[in-house]
């Protein structure tokens, strides 16, 4: 099975997802303090920038599609080699146990 490397470090990485949440929830927060319009919009795009490297909204949205691409992978190769394991288990037991076939029956 495929395993990822937690030390993996794909452009735009698993925090990809995580970091836009943290950015929307910071913005919303920013936007309803008690601050004058201008002033809050200011101290939301800082905020914002900081927080997503300065990536644009489409950087962060790739990013998200490269890290969901990877874990369909995994799911995919996790599935066929369970698959595979399972032949195998079901191949051992067949060996082992010798289960008996019913003898076919003759056509008159």
Same mark, same amino acid.
Not at 7 to 32: C, E, N, W, Y
Not at 45 to 50: F, G, H, N, S, Y
């Given at each position: ?43 939301? *795009? !800082?905020?914002?920038? @900081? ?6 909204? #489409? %950087? ?5 599609? &490269? /890290? ?7 799911? *995919? !190769?996790?599935?066929? @080699? ?6 195998? #288990? %079901? ?5 082992? &146990? /010798? ?7 003759? *056509?008159?």
């Amino acid at each position: 099975m495929a395993k990822r490397d937690s030390q993996d470090k794909r452009p735009g990485g698993s925090g990809a997802g995580f970091a836009l949440g943290v950015a929307i929830g910071a913005a919303a927060a920013t936007l309803m303090a008690p601050d004058a319009g201008k002033k809050t919009r200011e101290k939301a *795009k !800082a905020k914002l920038d @900081e927080l997503t490297g300065g990536k644009t909204p #489409e %950087e962060l949205l790739e990013a998200v599609k &490269n /890290v969901a691409a990877t874990v369909v992978e995994d799911i *995919k !190769a996790g599935v066929e @080699e369970g698959k595979k394991e399972s032949k195998r #288990e %079901e191949e051992r037991f067949m060996d082992e &146990n /010798v289960v008996a076939k019913a003898p076919k029956k003759k *056509k008159k």
